[in-house]
């Protein structure tokens, strides 16, 4: 089948497109509002930008209480999503009113970072502190611009839990990171695999 995405007449039940860009790790980014008060969303329109320096995003789709907190305070923390806390980071979903925490709604406990005022969740058992570098709305063909806002910002600290730790690396099989696939449906890394990066004699076409 082949459809347009500008009439979208894929004449299925249910829009393909995000199982199709799959899976997507979830950003469970927690923020100190300016009054003082915390949140905490999960987004599936996130992922690591640069390493150098170290860049991650998350799109909001409208200028949501993250998006909003992380771009008036500067500041946002990354918690890791896994398979262990995967009922509390739906229900950190949930479309809470301004001003309340979903810290409370989901039970999770905050724990202060060393570098920004936002918390981070003391379950998750890894965290980035991140610092907003910069923040737009993409546009469209049409060039205007589209509903989702786009949140980047650089890591300044990494907390990591030496329980995920095996051999001096993160044992996937211990942290179980969650993500996105279509519809409802949620996958946690369980079959990991090792595959070489290719070498330059591997560049050469081969017979």
């Keep these: 089948m082949f459809y347009e995405t500008a009439t979208n007449d894929h004449g299925l039940p249910h829009d393909p497109?995000?199982?199709?860009?799959?899976p997507r790790p979830i950003g469970w980014i927690s923020t100190r509002a300016p009054d003082g008060t915390t949140n905490l969303a999960p987004y599936s329109f996130f992922n690591a930008l640069s390493d150098k320096p170290k860049l991650v995003m998350f799109s909001?789709?409208?200028?949501k209480h993250s998006a909003s907190h992380a771009i008036a305070t500067g500041e946002f923390v990354v918690n890791l999503a896994t398979r262990d806390l995967a009922e509390q980071v739906n229900r950190s979903s949930a479309p809470?009113?301004?001003?309340?925490s979903e810290f409370a709604l989901t039970g999770l406990t905050e724990a202060p970072c060393r570098l920004v005022a936002a918390p981070r969740v003391a379950e998750a058992p890894a965290a980035l502190e991140c610092r907003l570098t910069q923040?737009?709305?993409?546009?469209g063909l049409d060039g205007n611009d589209s509903d989702a806002v786009m949140v980047i910002g650089q890591v300044v600290g990494i907390h990591i839990d030496e329980r995920?730790?095996?051999?001096?690396?993160?044992?996937?099989?211990?942290?179980?990171?969650?993500?996105?696939?279509?519809?409802?449906d949620f996958a946690s890394t369980d079959d990991a695999f090792e595959l070489r990066r290719p070498t330059r004699a591997d560049a050469v076409p081969q017979g």
């Design 135 to 139: 923040w737009f709305r993409p546009v």
């Design 17 to 22: 497109f995000k199982a199709i860009v799959a």
């Design 60 to 63: 909001s789709t409208g200028m």
């Design 96 to 100: 809470a009113e301004a001003g309340v």
């Design 164 to 184: 995920i730790l095996r051999d001096g690396r993160i044992a996937l099989d211990l942290a179980r990171p969650l993500s996105r696939l279509g519809y409802l």
